[in-house]
C-alpha cells in the first residue's frame, strides 16, 4: 500500500474538488468506510480524475452493526457505492461484538479474490489475538490512532512481530493545535525547512507506519505528501519519543462502554 494516503473522513460533495485535486496530484490510496458515508463520492471523484481505478488503493471499512452475518451484505453494498468489483484492503472498523465472524466471511471474501487485503483497526492485542486464533488468515494491517502524544509503541512491537501493517489514523491527533505548535517539533521543522505536520508524518515513516493525513486544502495536501526529501536524526526521532503522553480520546477500544 502507499505509504500516504487520504483520509477522507467526514469529507462531503462539497469538496469534491478536493479529492480530484489529490488524485490528479498524486494521491494512489484513499482511506473511507461505510461509517463515512462519502464511498458514492469517492467513486465520483476517481471517475472524473481521469487516474485508472487499478492504480488506486481503496480502503474501506465494515461498521460496527454490520459485524456478524451482516458483514457480506455490508461488503456488497460497500462495492456497489464505490462501483468497483474488487475492494484493496477492507477492515474491521471497531472490534465489538461478532468481529470473529466478521473476519471468517472477510476470508471467504479474500479467497473469492473480491478483496485484495483484509485487516482491522483500533484492534488491541487482546482483540488480535482472537482472530489469529480463530482466523487462517493474519490481518495484513491494523489501523490505529497515532501521533507523537500517542505512540503505541508496546502494540506497534506486537504488530512488527506478527507481521501486521501498521497504519496511523489521526496522525496530528485530529488537527491537535498542541501538536501543530508544539515547541520541539517546530524547532525541528525549521532545522529541515518543513512543517510541524510534515515532521510529524515523517516521524511515521520512520517507524515504518503508513499515514492516512486528512485535508481538503490543496496547498496541505501537497504539503502532507512532500516528506520524501528528509530524513529525521537518530536524536530528532528520540526528541519526537519523549512527547509521549499515551492519551486517548473518548474512543478507548477496550472500554466496554465505548458502544458506537
Ligand atoms: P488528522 O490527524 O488527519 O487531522 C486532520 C486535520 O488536520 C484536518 O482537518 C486539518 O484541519 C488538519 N491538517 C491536515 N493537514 C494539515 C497540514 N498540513 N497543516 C496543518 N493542518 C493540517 O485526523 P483525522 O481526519 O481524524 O484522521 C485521518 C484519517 O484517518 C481520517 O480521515 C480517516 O480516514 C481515518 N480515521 C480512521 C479512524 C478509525 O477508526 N479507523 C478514526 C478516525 C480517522
Known amino acids: 500500500m502507499p505509504k500516504v494516503g487520504l483520509g477522507v473522513y467526514k469529507i462531503k460533495s462539497k469538496n469534491e474538488d478536493a479529492l480530484i485535486w489529490a488524485l490528479k496530484n498524486g494521491y494512489r490510496h484513499l482511506d473511507t468506510a461505510a461509517f463515512y ?7 465520483s471523484a476517481i471517475k472524473k480524475s481521469g487516474v485508472k481505478r487499478s492504480d488506486i488503493f481503496i480502503t474501506t471499512k465494515v461498521w460496527s452493526s454490520d459485524l456478524g452475518k451482516k458483514t457480506k451484505q455490508a461488503f456488497e453494498t460497500s462495492l456497489k457505492k464505490l462501483q468497483t468489483d474488487y475492494i484493496d484492503l477492507y477492515l474491521i472498523h471497531w472490534p465489538v461484538a461478532k468481529y470473529v465472524e466478521s473476519w471468517r466471511i472477510m476470508e471467504g471474501l479474500y479467497e473469492e479474490g473480491k478483496i485484495r487485503a483484509i485487516g ?16 487462517t488468515i493474519i490481518p495484513a494491517v491494523n489501523q490505529i490512532q497515532t501521533n507523537p502524544f500517542l505512540q503505541q509503541n508496546k502494540l506497534h512491537e506486537y504488530l512488527v512481530k506478527h507481521n501486521i501493517q501498521h497504519v496511523a489514523w489521526g496522525p496530528f491527533g485530529q488537527g491537535n493545535k498542541q501538536l501543530f505548535n508544539h515547541p520541539a517539533l517546530t524547532e525541528i521543522a525549521d532545522r529541515h525547512g518543513k512543517t510541524t505536520a510534515q515532521v510529524m508524518l515523517r516521524w511515521s515513516i520512520q517507524r515504518d507506519i503508513a499515514v492516512i493525513p486528512k485535508s481538503i486544502n490543496p ?3 501537497r504539503i502532507n505528501m512532500d516528506i520524501f526529501d528528509f530524513r529525521l536524526s537518530e536524536e530528532e526521532m528520540t526528541r ?17 462502554f465505548f458502544l458506537w
Do not use: Q, T
Open 120 to 135: 482491522v483497526a483500533n484492534f488491541e492485542r487482546n482483540h488480535l489475538e482472537e482472530v489469529l486464533e480463530h482466523g
Open 37 to 43: 458515508h462519502n464511498e458514492e463520492l469517492i467513486a
Open 240 to 256: 519526537i519519543s519523549a512527547l509521549e503522553r499515551n492519551k486517548r480520546g473518548f474512543n478507548d477500544p477496550n472500554n466496554k
Open 219 to 221: 496547498e496541505r495536501l
